[in-house]
């Protein structure tokens, strides 16, 4: 059926349109992951409930079952870690606040990422770090997290043209790169400068050879990383010898 022209005096809206575009994340500084374990989502779910008498007697800490946890998975394809989407737009609504010429508000409303989760690739290692608590007293705690020293990640966001085009977007991702970051201990939070990245399109440009080095160690080595995991650093070694000496003494 044929539309007609708007009569004069009448209000004409157009409908908005949508343009894509898929962009590549190079880390500029190491990664942390930070998704919540199982055994705390199980505390959330059912309650913590009393410990056992057994339970009392077992070791406060699993480092390898919690490097295992922090990680975010994807069920198929060529790399096993992924990062939620959501938390690129945040990087992004966040970095529009040192931004000038676009809003937070209008980030959230007309960037869209059509991923739950992004792709990423980097050998995960087993990093523990000394961390305080979220209670009054800040207590000092260990927590085990894997850690990506080189990492790469593809994005694909959808986004509102005129109001954006690609280059916007291209900017306000390199902005969220540098003073946002993404992941855990990041430089948004001001203590740590970790999941810092440059941004570059599809064929890497100047990173090309670095994606693609990266990109290399694909689901294979991710799965073998996850069975045997890899000491991040001497100190993390030390603790984790430790630990072993620990298990050894009350094994027998």
Known sequence: M???????????????????VTLTLVGTTPFYFNAMSAKAKR?????????????????????????????YRLPGGETLLGFPAPGVKGAMATAALETPGVTK????????????????????FLKMDVVRSA???????IRTRAFLPRWVAEVNIAY????LSAHAIVSLLAN??????????????????????????PDGGEWHDLIQEIKAEGRAVHEAAMANPECADEDTQALLDMLHEERGRRAA
């Open 2 to 20: 044929a539309i007609k022209k708007a009569e004069a005096g009448t209000l004409q809206i157009d409908a908005l349109k949508q343009g894509r």
């Open 43 to 71: 505390s959330l779910l059912i309650g913590g409930g009393k410990k056992t008498a057994a339970e009392r007697k077992e070791l406060k800490h699993d480092p390898e079952e919690e490097f295992r946890d922090s990680v």
């Open 105 to 124: 508000s209008s980030v959230q409303r007309l960037l869209f990422l059509p991923e739950q989760k992004i792709r990423m690739w980097g050998k995960p």
């Open 135 to 141: 209670d009054m007293a800040k207590t000092p705690d």
């Open 160 to 163: 509102i043209s005129p109001t």
């Open 176 to 201: 969220a790169g540098v003073i946002v970051g993404i992941g855990d201990f990041r430089q948004e939070k001001g203590r740590g400068s970790f999941g810092t990245f440059a941004v570059t399109g």
